[in-house]
């Protein structure tokens, strides 16, 4: 992609939506500042994320430069009105899992596109399947160590979704952790308004 002078910065740690940038050859510089994903209880489903999101990037509201466009973004698993991050514990991790056993829960990302004068944000959900999946395959995967840094414990791509998950609904990247052709698309758009902008 033609970043038209743009820096992206992509305020994110995860390995699968940096590779996702790779893939997709978008130029990038990895810059994290951590923040505390704890949102307000009175928040449900995307707006969790959309305010987690919207956290990550007010960290960078008072060093952006003109030319930069930080991503943020975070991931979330719905279910049964509940929200089911990253586990705290292997206790954990076996008690969501068992939850979304032979269940229907949503995949919910939220990106953030922080520039000096402006702030958007996406969102996208899908639907996401598992058949009934046993304890002994529960601890398992466990043993792994994968399911610990997943929101809802499990990474769609391991062999645990590829054996249980039945069906899904959506966007296939997004359950990874970044809705690939959404983001593509909005950061062309953004690019080209700049360009459009900067040419008048």
Not at 11 to 21: K, L, M, V
Not at 25 to 40: A, R
Request: glycine share 6%; proline share 4%; net charge neutral.
């Amino acid at each position: 992609m033609d970043t038209k002078g743009h820096t992206i910065i992509l305020a994110s740690g995860s390995p699968r939506r940096q590779q996702f940038f790779k893939e997709m050859k978008i130029p990038f510089i990895k810059k994290v500042i951590p923040v505390e994903e704890s949102f307000p209880s009175t928040l449900s489903g995307s707006a969790i994320a959309e305010y987690i999101v919207t956290q990550k990037a007010n960290a960078f509201k008072d060093t952006i430069k003109d030319n930069e466009i930080i991503i943020t973004a975070d991931t979330i698993v719905w279910h049964q009105n509940k929200c089911l991050g990253k586990p705290t514990s292997i206790q954990n991790a076996e008690e969501i899992l068992k939850t979304l056993s032979d269940d229907t829960h949503q995949v919910i990302t939220a990106v953030g596109f922080l520039q000096k004068e402006t702030w958007e944000c996406i969102n996208v959900v899908s639907e996401v399947t598992f058949g009934p999946v046993s304890k002994k395959a529960i601890q398992e995967y466990i043993a792994t160590g994968s399911p610990m840094d997943k929101a809802g414990a499990y990474g769609i791509q391991d062999l645990f979704g590829t054996l249980y998950i039945d069906s899904i609904s959506g966007s296939y990247t997004n359950i990874i952790g970044l809705p690939v052709p959404h983001v593509y698309k909005k950061l062309q758009e953004i690019i080209k308004i700049n360009h459009l902008k900067k040419s008048s």
